[in-house]
């Protein structure tokens, strides 16, 4: 699906929900968990009981500013928190503590690539923090829905984008870079499915050219990046026909239903001025002083974008290889620390983005946990590029029996399961004549240009030496012998 080809195109925007990764609730010390029985991780303050006083959680401060510094913001000097009101069962409260006036990160902006190949980066208005409601359940009683407050107070971060985007799959490449900010940095999880990042999408179409917009509609309510991308599609779709039925865009909040593939009508849209801002008198405003603010920059390393940079300046790795690295903090970190011991950085990060990620795909760890010290695997890389096991036995045998026995030695494993290649020419040319003489009518085939010929005789080498003949020593004695009958 296209913006609106023809006629119309798309202006989309996105306020994303980040929960932070606080032990405790942002305004109060509750804890924070997912899964937890209902109602159990709750307060007199995150219910908001009379005479009970909410303060700030300085590392909810911390991680949100981080996230601005990440991108470029401005950060504010100083903090206030305002009451934003509105009903809803969910929200114990009756308002929600947020910030209006002095969001944390002011401007900013997030590059992305998208699956077609488009580079832009996509403009930030404002990083601010807030509090989080709790939730509806719908599916617990006949008669009634039921409430779970543990959700509430829990720190967010809601980052707000300009409405710059024209595509769909710009929506969903911005997720997928947030994301991979988010746990690159440490701020939280990223988790969709667990509600701990969550996206609203307000989706208006113009003619192509014009300035005016319809009115603006809010999708909410969507559980996966590729339903992000696929409910603004539908919903572009379906206000074009309204606009070319001569029907009004209505702006109201819509969710989408994955199965049928269309958005539906939640409830008519809030304008600000139904929320009553105004500070909240319980909180006092946070000063960002400069002492503090670089203390939080030299907590941050080095950031995603500039190590993704740096491995394809200094390594020379694709922009794929780079991107499927740095994807995983964990596993960049490692990454680094092998090419800190080996020259071969392609076979570097091939065995980082193959064997490596696969073994901790099986074991369900993460790379600093992995038990293969990355300067060990850069012993097992310089073995394989100085031809002296293969890499089939290297990443087949040595490799898993290296996570069963990290103290050893790659070389001492090789040795130790007969895996040596053998370069000898004196070990190999009988083998290679024995193959030769079996195989005259093979021999007859290579003398009239069949050269892939070779490839048999290759075969039967690496069988009758167990595979740990040298491939490319094997392959030129072949070639040698062949040419000189």
Known sequence: ?????????????????????????????????????????????????????????KKAIELGIKMGLA??????????????????PDLPKGYQLTQDRTPVCIGGQVPIVTKSGLRRAIQLNRIHLEE??????????????????????????????EPVMRLPEEAYA?????R??????????????????????????????????????EIKNMNSFKHVQRAIETEIERQITLVKAGQSVVSETRS????????????????????????????????????????????????????????????????YDAGVITDDKDVALYFNEVVAHTKHYKAAANWVIGPLKSQLR?????????????????????LVEEGKVSYTMASQKIFPELVLKPNQSPL???????????????????????VIKIYPLKVEEYKQGKKGIVDMFMGEVMKRTKGKADPKKANQLIIEKLKSL
Request: charged share 25%; hydrophobic share 40%; aromatic share 8%.
């Open 362 to 382: 099986e074991r369900m760890e993460k790379a600093n946990a992995f038990p293969v010290q990355p300067i060990t695997l850069a012993e097992l890389i310089n």
């Open 71 to 88: 991108l470029g913001s401005t950060i504010s000097q100083t903090l206030y928190f305002d009451r934003k009101h509105y009903f809803y």
């Open 174 to 178: 911005f997720l997928i870079e947030i």
């Open 412 to 434: 001492e494993l090789a040795q130790a399961l007969n895996l040596l290649l053998e370069n000898n020419v004196d070990a190999l040319t009988p083998v290679i004549d024995e």
């Open 132 to 161: 989080d409601a709790g939730k509806l359940l719908h599916d617990q009683h006949k008669d009634f829905s039921a409430v779970d407050y543990n959700r509430a107070g829990t720190a967010l971060i809601e980052m707000v984008t």
């Open 256 to 319: 989408y239903d994955a199965e049928k593939e269309t958005t539906f009508s939640l409830r008519s849209k809030e304008t600000l001025h139904d929320y009553r801002y105004f500070p909240d008198p319980d909180l006092s405003p946070v000063v960002v002083d400069e002492a503090w603010l670089n203390q939080i920059k030299n907590e941050m390393g080095e950031l995603p974008q500039a190590m993704f940079n740096r491995f394809i300046e200094k390594y020379q790795l694709s922009e």
């Open 180 to 217: 991979k900010l988010v746990r690159f940095l440490g701020i939280g999880d990223g988790n969709m499915e667990e509600g701990s990042l969550r996206c609203d999408a307000n989706v208006s179409i113009r003619e192509k050219g014009s300035s005016v917009l319809n009115p603006k509609v």
């Open 1 to 57: 699906m296209n913006s609106g080809s023809g006629k119309y195109e798309a202006v989309i925007g996105l306020e994303v929900h980040i929960q932070l990764a606080t032990d405790s609730k942002i305004f109060c010390a509750d804890g924070v968990a997912f899964g937890e029985s209902p109602n159990t991780l709750i307060s007199t303050i995150s219910l908001a009981h009379p005479g009970t006083l909410p303060k700030v959680n």
